[in-house]
């Protein structure tokens, strides 16, 4: 069975949601069953839905967008029921020192703290994809991967439960 996987963002650009939709190819790609949405047409009980959920924002003073920061603060009605999820993320900025990393490590704080096992990347961008400005090639390839990845390990843990 494949692995729900929900590719949440908030864009404002554009960059974000090109990223949004690279990554929602990776996880395709790997068999899953993505739902890619922006974040403002989502609740924070559909997260409940999905084995894995992949966070993406544009970095505002160093930390993810309101709009997503509003949907994490919402979770807190479900803490504890997304324990074992899969959690990952991935952030645009204007800046090579725009905050990309503070906001990755903001989104994957509030999975963390939820319980969920996050997915990182040991020879790419470590905590999630960044990109500066409109994605490039390289952003591409890293987006892809983290979808990939991220399917990947929710089918092990599926598996490892029984599920798969």
Do not use: W
């Not at 969920?116 to 890293?142: C, F, L, T, W």
């Amino acid at each position: 069975m494949a692995s729900k996987v929900l590719v949440l963002y908030y864009s404002r650009t554009g960059n974000t949601r090109r990223m949004a939709e690279f990554v929602a190819d990776g996880a395709k790609a790997a068999g899953g069953n993505v739902t890619l949405k922006e974040v403002e047409n989502a609740n924070a009980e559909e997260l409940l839905d999905y084995e894995a959920i992949i966070l993406g924002s544009p970095v505002y003073y160093g930390s993810m967008a309101a709009e997503m920061k509003n949907l994490l603060d919402e979770s807190v009605e479900f803490h504890g029921k997304l324990d074992g999820k899969v959690g990952a993320a991935f952030a645009s900025s204007a800046n090579i020192g725009g905050g990309n990393e503070t906001t990755i490590l903001d989104m994957l704080n509030a999975m963390l703290i939820h319980g969920m096992v996050i997915q990182g990347n040991p020879a790419g961008d470590h905590y999630g994809p960044v990109s500066i400005g409109a994605p490039d090639e390289r952003v591409k390839k890293q987006c892809r991967e983290l979808g990939r990845r991220t399917v990947q390990l929710a089918n092990r843990l599926a598996a490892g439960a029984g599920r798969g």
